[in-house]
């Protein structure tokens, strides 16, 4: 009865999964009640793992349903899916030495991040506070002047004597495309020539290259800017694009000046040492500041995502404008009447933190992700690392490194790495305090310019406060707290420069002096200045 109920379970295993290997009849009647019960049992722990198997498959089935939902936006098709570290090298482009930077064709962090639902609602929540700024600006406006009011005249004043800035920028463009090329062809053409002295040769060309970067890059535009008061806005547009056009030009002659000299060294005429026009003018307008013959492309142009990216400059420019219009112009204007002391500079502080995070954002997505993005589509430029997550930073080290690509691959090449090359890898902590006093004296050269006056808030902390945590909270730092830490710093060091800086910029406007020494130039003003309110010049909207 057992050896019956035995066989009549296995002829239904077997008939309901083909794929098991079973016996024929005439071998089962063979078997004893023993073997009958080992095979019976191989065949049940064959039909557990098969539904094991179906469960395990439906769970992932679903997962993967679940991840799609969640990431709807699809791959563009002028971006590649991702690739592993070997296709990559593939497809980057490497220095002609061998070392430096390498550019592969990969995307911005954001445009990934906002394919995520989660990640875009942040950026949902920031449009809603524009909204609300400007809700908030007309309904004060409607109540105090019984109408709506919808002139821009903040904006109008910071960009004003615009005709002038777009004469000047043109001026640096065609200057910067024709003389350091020409300079480089003429030089390159004396060194691999049959004519003699080359270093003689060297030394004029490069004393004509300098002599172009202190004069027609450095010292006009600067002079047009100051002559002309240039307000704000116009007078960052004019420094700025002369700042980015002496990098780019140092950037080129320092990566080709080498090649010539191999090149001529060893008598090979096969390298191609003198780049084409075309190669100099893609890396003029490409946004990098790091030269290379030939960059990865991307082969189509997304006109839609170029226009949605200039919109949303815009858009930053008007948020902008609605935070000092609500945040910083009411506070600030009443506050620079006052005696300068140390309450007036705790709150000043404490309340600009919230105008300055928000300047902080706006001024990274505007320019870092949305200028250069847009720029990079026009130009087909694939490597779109302008930055990295820098928000996620445990250390200032690292931040340092992640906020600008851009900019740090320039510091990192051209100063930190020549610095070491010329003192024989030697010193690494001198060549970084040389990386912080050139980062620091630009920026506040960049400042100087464009506000009109001289006060080193900036500098000090780059060469304070930053040097210091650089070195305090260096990359050993890990873990959340530390987290929060940088965050605190990078807040209360936005509140400070957004406090002092419009401080010293009522400063200026209202106790101005006719005739000041060099000494009265250096001296802030907002120590010093102190008006009763009856003596405020209320025609000033600033």
Same mark, same amino acid.
């Given at each position: ?136 600006? $007309? ?133 191609? $040492? ?269």
């Amino acid at each position: 009865m057992t050896v019956h109920l035995l066989k009549k379970n296995y002829h239904g295993l077997c008939s309901h999964h083909p794929n098991l290997t079973c016996l024929s009849c005439r071998s089962l009647g063979q078997l004893d009640e023993a073997q009958m019960m080992s095979h019976l049992k191989q065949s049940f722990s064959y039909q557990q793992k098969t539904n094991f198997d179906s469960h395990v498959s439906e769970l992932v089935d679903s997962l993967i349903e679940e991840s799609v939902s969640l990431e709807p936006t699809p791959l563009p098709a002028n971006f590649s899916p991702s690739m592993s570290d070997k296709e990559r090298s593939k497809l980057s482009i490497r220095p002609p030495n061998g070392e430096g930077k390498q550019f592969v064709n990969r995307r911005s962090l954001l445009d990934e991040l906002f394919e995520v639902n989660h990640i875009r609602t942040i950026y949902h929540m920031f449009i809603a506070l524009l909204i609300l700024f400007i809700l908030s600006t $007309l309904v004060v406006d409607f109540i105090d002047e019984g109408r709506l009011v919808l002139d821009f005249d903040l904006l109008v004043y910071v960009f004003g004597q615009f005709p002038l800035v777009v004469c000047t920028w043109i001026y640096m463009c065609v200057s910067a495309s024709l003389v350091p090329f020409m300079l480089f062809q003429t030089w390159a053409q004396s060194q691999c020539g049959s004519g003699g002295h080359p270093r003689l040769w060297s030394l004029l060309y490069g004393s004509a290259f300098l002599l172009y970067q202190a004069v027609g890059l450095g010292f006009l535009p600067t002079y047009v800017a100051v002559s002309n008061s240039l307000p704000p806005a116009s007078s960052f547009i004019v420094i700025l694009e002369q700042v980015r056009l002496m990098m780019k030009t140092h950037s080129f002659v320092r990566e080709n000046v080498p090649r010539v000299l191999s090149a001529a060294k060893e008598k090979n005429d096969s390298v191609p $040492l003198r780049p084409h026009i075309n190669q100099y003018l893609y890396f003029l307008f490409a946004p990098t500041l790091i030269y290379r013959d030939h960059y990865p492309r991307n082969p189509l142009i997304r006109w839609g995502y170029v226009a949605t990216k200039l919109l949303q400059v815009l858009g930053c420019l008007f948020y902008a404008y609605y935070v000092f219009v609500r945040l910083c112009i009411p506070q600030f204007r009443s506050i620079s009447l006052q005696l300068f002391d140390l309450r007036s500079l705790v709150l000043g502080v404490f309340n600009s933190i919230l105008p300055g995070a928000l300047v902080l954002f706006l001024a990274f997505f505007a320019l870092l992700h949305c200028w250069l993005n847009a720029f990079a589509e026009m130009l087909r430029f694939a490597d779109r690392m302008f930055y990295k997550d820098w928000w996620n930073s445990t250390s200032f080290a690292n931040y340092y490194r992640t906020w600008n690509v851009v900019v740090h691959d320039w510091l990192y090449y051209y100063v930190y790495r020549d610095f070491l090359l010329m003192s024989g890898m030697r010193f690494r902590a001198a060549a970084m305090f040389f990386v912080f006093t050139v980062s620091a004296v630009v920026h506040e050269y960049i400042l100087a310019i464009c506000f009109g006056f001289f006060y080193p808030v900036l500098f000090c902390l780059f060469m304070c406060f930053g040097m210091m945590f650089n070195f305090i909270l260096h990359d050993r730092r890990r873990g959340p707290i530390w987290n929060v830490i940088m965050w605190t710093s990078l807040f209360l060091g936005q509140g400070v420069i957004i406090c002092l800086y419009c401080q010293e910029w009522y400063a200026q406007r209202y106790c101005p002096i006719t005739e000041p020494s060099f000494l009265e130039l250096l001296k802030p003003r907002s120590w010093s200045c102190h008006r009763q309110k009856d003596g405020m010049a209320e025609s000033q909207g600033m």
